[in-house]
């Protein structure tokens, strides 16, 4: 079975938000933008209103980084494969072989599969 990339992102979103989601914050698919819609109690407008904002790892460093560095991913890049391990046990989560993508699009595709797989449904 073929994981599709918002599967695959809604996964990720709760492995990176975790306890937050309903909290403190929230987030849903948004079809027009292809990508994560999040509202964040700490994200708000000069007038008090959640403002809403967009999370797109597959596509931006920032955002995988912080997912990486929030769910203490450890990211091997090799010249033909990134690797991507659970920074507590050791457990490879994700490997991504960089035929046909940059090491950047590779890196960024594994980190958001591990992070996936941490919230108990990997690809």
């Not at 996964?11 to 403190?24: I, Q």
């Not at 920074?87 to 991504?96: D, K, R």
Request: proline content about 2%; aromatic content about 8%.
């Amino acid at each position: 079975m073929t994981t599709t990339d918002r599967e695959l992102l809604e996964r990720a979103a709760k492995a990176y938000w975790g306890d937050e989601v309903d909290d403190v914050m929230s987030f849903y698919w948004d079809e027009n933008e292809d990508a994560i819609v999040y509202t964040h109690a700490d994200n708000q407008d000069h007038n008090g209103n959640d403002v809403e904002l967009l999370w797109r790892p597959l596509e931006y460093n920032g955002d995988a980084l912080s997912l990486a560095v929030k769910r203490r991913l450890t990211v091997a890049i090799r010249p033909h494969e990134v690797e991507v391990f659970c920074g507590a046990s050791g457990e490879c989560l994700a490997s991504v072989h960089t035929n046909g993508v940059t090491h950047e699009e590779a890196t960024r595709r594994a980190i958001v599969r591990a992070a996936a797989a941490m919230a108990g449904e990997g690809e």
